[in-house]
């Protein structure tokens, strides 16, 4: 039994007995670091018309007539992303696909004074137009904000043409693309999937 046994042992191959398992990381980024701050991607300009329409009022069933206010003005509204984070970069062929950051508002919003238009009037009865556009004019911000959220969408494809352009250049600084080389680079932001095939490069450097 036992010079069976030792048999046995001797005809196994010795790489099987003596073999390794190894693993080769097959996705590594490159890891483009920032020094913080913000980043401004896109901007959206519209011209906006404020109307506050104020409650109606009566005496003794007499209707005292109406007040109505509006602001119009150019606003701009701003668009960024935090650099205070790594940026991953894979590499598809001759082009690079990078995961940003995600789009956010600048607040508050900004307006041009210089086109600001206002208008108040109320009715035979009532003597609160002034305050009545008083009243518009302290909402105006946090209804700029809020329509901020609603411009998001359209400055999109804006931010991810700015980001893209700066990607470029920070590869083409950081010698992995040689300058005057035709590439393109595609941004992922946040809760869009990434394209498929992409490879990597094991390096990494430091925005300064």
């Known amino acids: 039994m036992l010079l069976a046994a030792g048999l046995a042992w001797t005809l196994r191959p010795k790489d099987q007995a003596a073999g390794r398992v190894t693993v080769t990381a097959a996705d590594v980024p490159v890891v483009m670091h920032t020094s913080g701050g913000r980043l401004e991607v896109a901007t959206v300009t519209a011209t906006e018309l404020f109307r506050l329409d104020a409650p109606p009022r009566t005496f003794f069933g007499i209707d005292l007539g109406s007040t109505v206010s509006q602001v119009r003005v150019k606003v701009v509204y701003r668009y960024h992303i935090e650099m205070a984070k790594e940026w991953p970069i894979r590499f598809q062929g001759a082009g690079a696909v990078v995961e940003a ?4 508002p600048t607040l508050p919003v900004a307006f041009d004074t210089a086109t600001l ?8 009865g009532r003597f609160d137009k002034h305050q009545n556009l008083f009243e518009l004019e302290r909402r105006m911000t946090p209804e700029l904000d809020r329509r901020s959220l609603g411009y998001q969408g359209l400055a999109l494809e804006a931010a991810r043409r700015s980001v893209g352009d700066f990607v470029r250049t920070w590869l083409v600084k950081e ?3 040689p300058a005057g080389t035709a590439t393109t680079v595609q941004v992922v932001f946040p809760g869009e999937p990434l394209p498929a095939a992409t490879t990597a490069r094991p390096a990494s450097a ?3």
């Open 101 to 104: 950051g995600a789009v956010k």
């Open 117 to 124: 238009e206002k208008e108040t009037r109320s009715g035979w």
């Open 175 to 177: 010698r992995f693309w």
């Open 206 to 208: 430091a925005v300064p």
